[in-house]
Each structure stands twice: as C-alpha cells, then as structure tokens.
C-alpha cells in the first residue's frame, strides 16, 4: 500500500468540517505515567491471556516529549458497542478515560469508529479516509469475528490484515490487533478457530501488539462463571463485557509502552 495520496487528504479535510470531533479526555496533573493499569476483580486475567508483545514506538516517542496522543478505534460491533445498555459503554468511551489516568501527564484523545457487521476488508477499504480525517498515532483494529461468522478464506483475511498493517506503520501509525471475542456459541465453531489463528499469525510475524480477547475472555468464562459479560444474543458484549475489554486493551496499551512484560505465546 502507498502513502497516503493528497488528494484523499484533501477529501478528509473537507469531510472533517463537517465531522463533530470526540472530546478527549483532560490530561491529569500530577504524577509521570504509570507502568500498569490496575484490573477490577471481574476483568482481572493472567498477563498472558491479555496480550502478545508489539511495539507501539511512534506513540511512545510522542509520550515522550509530552505531545498529546490520538487514538483510532476502529473494528464492528465490539467497537460501535452494540449490547451496551447505551451508546456511551462502548470499550473505546471507557478506554479514553483508563489511559486519562493511567498516562497521567498525556492528553488523550479516543475517536471511536466502529461500523457494526463490517468483515476485515471492509474496515481496511475505509481506514485510508479515517487516518486521513483523524491523524491518529496508534490505531486499535478490532476484526475477525465477522470474517469468521461469514467464512471469508482465512488467506484472504490474513493477506487483508497484512497489508492493512503495513501501510500503517509506512505511514509512521502504530497499530494493535484486538482478536475475536470469546463465546460458546462459536467457541468449536471450525472458521472461527481458523480465523481466530491467523489474525494471531499475522501479529507474530508483523510484531504487532495483539490483544488476546478471546483467550482473556474464556478465563473470565471458566473461572468465574456466575459473570456474564454477553449480551443475550450470546454474540455481543453487555456493559461488564465492554468493560473488561477497555480494560484488558489499556493493560495492553501500557504495557507495551512502559512494562513489556508480555510474550509471544499459544493463542
């Protein structure tokens, strides 16, 4: 994928005058970064089921000399937040206010742009227009599910997903991945393991940050099983699902940034 061409610049800007911008949330005074993010006792997982390694360097640097950071949510339902009891529970209105306090001297800004029942090659038609309009430094790619769900060719999907990444970092843009969702309705669910192995291919091999949902998602479900974090489609999120996904991908975030604790490890 190229650069980004200047007449799709051009195009965002005159799309983004007509576009509210999302408020970001006011940077805390005080202490310098924390080196974690503390879970809630619903949300808390082992380290390793919440992600793999990657580097988010750009946004570090950025961090670093004390400029304020943009972040693009970008994905279907799991970002838009359908099953949330109101538009506003969705993971990145909640992750917007975690990173507030955990990048305690960082103006944060989280543009949520989640379309729900997009596959991974329809997200990646429009992510051009969307870092154009936004600028972001670090995009959050929430995908698979639906390419699952619709038995797109796990090469395909992968190829989508390789390409989309590489025009991102050519174009000084961090990204992480954050996988499919748990849920036993397509836990054995054949293109959904396939589907849910190559996004986790694609993030080892491009050493990206990717943010085990699935897997954070089945320790919550086999451990505490009185929690119910699906709506009652056994599909979407409820509010302590979108929860704990703004939590476990701040814990991501941060700790690719400050701990880098996390390993490569089985899906």
């Known amino acids: 994928m190229a650069r980004i061409p200047f007449t799709v610049l051009i ?3 005159a799309l983004g005058l007509a576009r509210a911008a999302e408020t970001p949330a006011p940077p805390p005074a005080g202490a310098p970064p924390t080196v974690g993010t503390k879970l809630s006792a619903a949300c808390d997982v082992p380290a390793n089921d919440i992600a ?5 360097r750009n946004l570090g640097a950025k961090l670093a000399r004390g400029e304020p950071i943009t972040i693009l949510a970008i994905g279907s339902s799991s970002t ?18 975690i990173l507030g306090k955990a990048l305690a001297k960082a103006k944060v800004t989280v543009i949520n742009r989640g379309i729900a029942g ?18 972001p430094d670090l995009v959050l790619w929430q995908l698979g599910t639906n390419d699952a769900v619709a038995h ?25 991945l954050i996988g499919l969702q748990y849920t036993s309705r397509f ?10 192995d190559a996004l986790w291919k694609v993030a080892d091999r491009e050493h990206v940050l990717y943010v085990r949902r699935y897997s954070a998602m089945r320790f919550i479900a086999k451990t505490r099983a009185k929690l119910k974090m699906m709506a009652p489609d056994n599909f ?7 929860e704990c996904m703004a939590e476990h991908v701040a814990k991501a ?15």
């Open 236 to 242: 979407h999120l409820n509010d302590l699902g979108y």
């Open 118 to 135: 997009e596959v991974a090659s329809e997200t990646a038609d429009r992510m051009r227009t969307e870092v154009a309009l936004d600028r």
């Open 152 to 176: 797109v060719d796990p090469s395909d999907f992968e190829t989508t997903v390789v390409d989309t990444v590489r025009w991102l970092h050519d174009n000084g843009i961090d990204v992480a």
């Open 187 to 196: 836990s054995r669910d054949a293109s959904y393991v396939a589907i849910r």
């Open 11 to 13: 195009l965002a800007a």
């Open 253 to 267: 975030v941060v700790g690719a940034l400050f701990v880098k604790r996390f390993r490569p490890v089985a899906r």
């Open 80 to 97: 838009s937040g359908i099953g949330a009891s109101s538009r506003s529970r969705n993971y990145p209105s909640d992750l917007r206010g």
């Open 52 to 56: 793999n390694s990657g580097s988010l």
